[in-house]
């Protein structure tokens, strides 16, 4: 099932920085972990980052200390900051969610994010 849960991509210039929503209002009272994964053209979709439902959040190695995730509770709104944005960070963003009332995940459709060198 692939919902519209993201929003926030864009163009931007290499050294910008750009933050991506993921929308956990539907799921919120299923406290879910919600991950984030990109797929560049090409390549295979890729881990980013996820913030799980105890806070806890893990990072890729490639975008440890430049992305940052966190949460909204109020707005049921997970954000993806990114800052220092590389060219190599060009790719479809998406957001999952994994419900622990259904013990399943529900996957966004997509934002893309393009950095111009």
């Known amino acids: 099932m692939l919902l519209e849960l993201e929003s926030g991509g864009g163009r931007v210039q290499a050294g910008g920085s750009l933050r991506l929503s993921c929308r956990t209002r539907?799921?919120?009272?299923?406290?879910?972990?919600v991950t984030w994964y990109r797929q560049a053209p090409g390549k295979e979709r890729e881990f980013v980052s996820e913030i799980a439902n105890d806070g806890t959040t893990t990072y890729a190695d490639s975008v440890k200390g430049r992305f940052s995730v966190s949460q909204d509770t109020a707005k049921a709104t997970v954000f993806l900051q990114m800052s220092s944005l590389k060219s190599e960070d060009t790719a479809t963003y998406y957001c999952?969610?994994?419900?622990?009332?259904?013990?399943?995940?529900?996957w966004g459709r997509g934002t893309q994010v393009t950095v111009s060198s």
């Open positions: 539907e799921y919120a009272f299923c406290n879910p972990d």
């Open positions: 999952k969610i994994f419900s622990y009332c259904t013990n399943e995940d529900v």
